[in-house]
């Protein structure tokens, strides 16, 4: 028999030390000092070179040269969310890490539930700091949709006072902005000269593509993949059109409305209409009975969906502004123009609007926002400049993965300063022409005039059209919160779909297939009852919790 050797044990945090140094691709280790800065950036669908690139040139900016004469950096990239994880779970002593993007660092940014930081309070040395260079600080920079999207509530907090002051852990690296991708020459050969305008349009548009060539008989009005799964982002758009943004936030926040009065601490928020009108809205196009979607998409890698879509497989797709780039190469050789459209507006918001009687009309006065007019030049017969306003509002929601888009500085980080300074490089006008021809023509969510720059000329139709949306509308963009950032969420596991253990919309519509019977189990009023069953049964139990672990009741 053999002699074994004998196994050297290593300390488990040292076998993690060695492997953090190994991937920093350098023979010599650097020293974690305050004149190291290293950043570790996911590799998402927008790439890492953006981050390598804003590095660079960071490093040559003069004021970074004279308040950091010594300045060394390690940049490293991943796929792998998980590998940042597994050294943010390390913490001090281990990770060397000052400064992280990444979709996946919830729990190690703001407070615990104790009050203590797990990473930099970003809201003075950044954002009430001025901007390199220029005359403007970095949150009056900031896009005015997205500053609701960074700010932090602290264990118990809320907004119904309205004395919160603006605090923030968090900033976003990208726009992430979802929407409907169409393919232009296919969409008017179907005798079509405007995107759809609501979601009735959107869905009698549909149907006669599937009827209407041989081609997409089947399968191929949109394309999709659940390895992509996109359409489902489409539900928290048209709920955000129903309800209107405000009342997005109350949810997440605790604030219902009692039929009279708004109420903290409510459950009524789980009444809310626009939850059940979205999700019907979203069963009707998507459900896999109707022969809209891709039927293979469920076995189809979502890169080879993209890829098909470019051929010309499919009149739709539901994508965001990281298609351009992720799939640059298939896009450059498609024969087709690709553009992204406004969601249509959920056509069941009629409901609210009372002056509007039915769906031509809808059409006619969404035509006309789109046109830029305002309520006395669209000047269309029986609607009310209230009902009109709501719609203009609705209009401008839109969805931004980007709001889950976080930079997380450890609050232990060695090089915490310098991180600090370049996010708020990441701010001036240099760095958004960076960031953008990096990206394929993606964005920051900073006030820049992109289409007035040389730059833009280089962009796809796609990602022009993106920026066109954004750039030019009469009415006030507004993204959809996630909800990372607020108690009942981060603290309490407050979800969209609660009952359905946080699986939500896709498990709903998905896996079961959702109905249009409002008796069926997986129909969107089944599903509405449920959850409001869910946590007003046992006298609020689940609610009750909820809010003890966020912090609002003891």
């Known amino acids: 028999m053999k002699n074994k050797k004998k196994a050297l044990l290593i300390p488990a945090s040292a076998l993690l030390a060695m492997s953090l140094g190994s991937l920093t691709g350098c023979n010599k280790p650097v020293a974690d000092t305050t004149q190291t800065l290293e950043v570790w950036t996911v590799k998402l669908g927008f790439g890492s070179d953006w981050a390598k690139n804003l590095l660079d040139a960071f490093k040559e900016e003069a004021w970074v040269k004279e308040k950091y004469p010594n300045l060394q950096t390690i940049f490293e990239t991943s796929a792998d969310r998980s590998a940042i994880n597994t050294r943010l779970d390390a913490g001090e002593g281990v990770n060397t890490v000052d400064l992280v993007f990444s979709d996946s660092v919830t729990p190690y940014m703001g407070e615990d539930n104790q009050g203590n930081a797990r990473s930099v309070d970003l809201t003075d040395v950044v954002y009430h700091s001025k901007v390199p260079g220029e005359d403007i600080t970095v949150y009056d920079k900031l896009r005015d949709d997205w500053k609701k999207q960074t700010a932090y509530y602290s264990v118990g907090e809320n907004s119904f006072s309205g004395n919160v002051p603006y605090k923030t852990y968090d900033f976003l690296w990208g726009s992430g902005m979802m929407g409907i991708v169409y393919n232009e020459e296919l969409y008017k050969s179907f005798g079509y000269s405007v995107p759809p ?88 196009l998507s459900q896999k009975t109707n022969g809209l979607r891709y039927s293979r998409g469920a076995a189809t890698d979502f890169k080879a969906a993209q890829k098909f879509y470019f051929q010309g497989k499919g009149v739709f797709m539901c994508n965001g502004d990281w298609l351009a780039e992720e799939s640059k190469e298939d896009l450059a050789e498609s024969p087709y123009h690709f ?187 089944a599903a509405y009852d449920r959850d409001i069953d869910y946590y007003t049964n046992n006298d609020g139990e689940k609610w009750n919790n909820c809010l003890r672990l966020a912090g609002f009741i003891k």
């Not at 249509?344 to 926002?369: E, F, G, M």
């Not at 960076?434 to 730059?455: H, N, Q, R, W």
Request: glycine residues 10%.
């Open 339 to 525: 553009k992204m459209m406004k969601t249509p507006i959920i056509s069941s918001i009629r409901n609210k609007t009372k002056s509007i009687p039915d769906d031509a009309t809808l059409r006619q006065v969404v035509q006309a926002i789109d046109d830029g007019k305002t309520f006395a030049e669209a000047n269309i017969s029986g609607v009310t400049e209230a009902d009109y306003k709501t719609i203009m509002d609705a209009r401008g929601v839109t969805l931004s993965l980007g709001a889950g888009f976080h930079s997380c500085i450890p609050s232990y980080a060695a090089g915490k300063e310098v991180a600090i300074d370049f996010l708020r490089f990441m701010a001036t006008d240099k760095a958004q022409e960076i960031y953008a021809k990096a990206t394929g023509g993606a964005t920051l969510p900073f006030k820049y005039k992109m289409s007035d720059k040389e730059v833009f000329k280089g962009f796809s139709d796609l990602q022009k059209s993106v920026i066109d949306m954004r750039e030019n509308s009469i009415y006030e963009s507004a993204c959809m919160p996630i909800g990372t950032n607020m108690p009942l969420v981060k603290f309490g596991g407050l979800g969209i779909w609660t009952s359905y253990a946080l699986k939500g919309t896709w498990d709903i519509n998905y896996a079961q297939n959702g109905s249009l019977d409002p008796t069926d189990e997986w129909s969107a009023q």
């Open 197 to 284: 305008r609501t979601s009735d349009e959107l869905f009698e548009v549909s149907q006669h593509i599937k009827e209407g060539n041989d081609q997409y008989k089947e399968d191929y009005t949109f394309m999709y993949s659940s390895g992509g799964d996109y359409m489902g982002y489409l539900y928290q758009i048209w709920w955000g059109q129903y309800e209107g943004i405000d009342n997005i936030y109350n949810y997440y926040q605790g604030i219902g409305f009692d039929g009279e009065n708004y109420v903290e601490k409510s459950s009524d928020i789980f009444k809310q209409v626009g939850r059940r009108e979205a999700m019907n809205e979203l069963i009707r």
